[in-house]
T-cell receptor, first 116, second 109 residues
Framework: GAVVSQHPSRVICKSGTSVKIECRSLDFQATTMFWYRQFPKQSLMLMATSNEGSKATYEQGVEKDKFLINHASLTLSTLTVTSAHPEDSSFYIC????????????FGPGTRLLVL | DAKTTQPPSMDCAEGRAANLPCNHSTISGNEYVYWYRQIHSQGPQYIIHGLKNNETNEMASLIITEDRKSSTLILPHATLRDTAVYYCIVRVGRYQLIWGAGTKLIIKP
C-alpha cells in the first residue's frame, strides 16, 4: 500500500512556542491531505482537509489561525501549531488520498506533541 | 450522516478467525464501508473497503449484508499482532471519514 510519513514522530515544547509537523506521501501524489487529532482513549477527530494549492477547510471548532496548514505540493502538507499550550498536547495524524486510488486514505504514523 | 455501531471490545483466541460486526443501518446507496485498525500509539492502517459485494484481500474479508445495513470484518487466522482497535467507517461526502469508537480486539494466546 501507499506510504505516508510524518516528522517529527515526537516533540516536546514549551508553552507559547510554535511547532511544525510535516506529512509526506512517499510513493504517490496526494491531491488531498487530512489532519486529525486524537486525545488519549478517544477516536480520531478530523481537524481540516487540505487540497494542494488551495486553502484548507477547517472543521467546526478548529481555529484556523492557531492550526496553520500548508499544502504546497502534491507530496507535502504541513501543520503548524502556533503558540502551543498544554491543552494542545495530543496525537496528531495526517492522511493522504492519492490521485490514482481516490477512494482510500492512507495514514501517517502520527506525531505526539507534548506542550509543557 | 451515516453512523456506525460496533461492540466496544472483543476477545479472540490466537489462530482462530476473528469476526468483527458493524451496524450501519442508515447507510445510503453510494456510501462505502471502510475498515481501518489502529495499533496502540500508531497511525491507522487501512484494511479493506466495499460497497455492495463481499471483498477479500491479503489481510481480511469483508462481508456486507444484502440490505447493506451491517457488515462483518473477518480476520481468518488471528495472531497476537492483530490486537488493535478496529474502526468501521462509512464514508461521508466524497472524502471524509467519520470515526466512531471502534472495537478493541484482544487476541489471546
Amino acid at each position: 500500500g501507499a506510504v505516508v510519513s510524518q516528522h517529527p514522530s515526537r516533540v516536546i515544547c514549551k508553552s507559547g512556542t510554535s511547532v511544525k509537523i510535516e506529512c509526506r506521501s512517499l510513493d504517490f501524489q496526494a491531491t488531498t491531505m487530512f489532519w486529525y487529532r486524537q486525545f488519549p482513549k478517544q477516536s480520531l477527530m478530523l481537524m481540516a482537509t487540505s487540497n494542494e494549492g488551495s486553502k484548507a477547510t477547517y472543521e467546526q471548532g478548529v481555529e484556523k489561525d492557531k492550526f496553520l496548514i500548508n499544502h504546497a505540493s502534491l507530496t507535502l502538507s504541513t501543520l503548524t501549531v502556533t503558540s502551543a499550550h498544554p491543552e494542545d498536547s495530543s496525537f496528531y495524524i495526517c492522511s493522504a488520498r492519492g490521485t490514482s486510488n481516490q477512494e482510500t486514505q492512507y495514514f501517517g504514523p502520527g506525531t505526539r506533541l507534548l506542550v509543557l | 450522516d451515516a453512523k456506525t455501531t460496533q461492540p466496544p471490545s472483543m476477545d479472540c483466541a490466537e489462530g482462530r478467525a476473528a469476526n468483527l460486526p458493524c451496524n450501519h443501518s442508515t447507510i445510503s446507496g453510494n456510501e462505502y464501508v471502510y475498515w481501518y485498525r489502529q495499533i496502540h500509539s500508531q497511525g491507522p492502517q487501512y484494511i479493506i473497503h466495499g460497497l455492495k459485494n463481499n471483498e477479500t484481500n491479503e489481510m481480511a474479508s469483508l462481508i456486507i449484508t444484502e440490505d447493506r445495513k451491517s457488515s462483518t470484518l473477518i480476520l481468518p487466522h488471528a495472531t497476537l499482532r492483530d490486537t488493535a482497535v478496529y474502526y468501521c467507517i462509512v464514508r461521508v461526502g466524497r472524502y471524509q471519514l467519520i470515526w466512531g469508537a471502534g472495537t478493541k480486539l484482544i487476541i489471546k494466546p
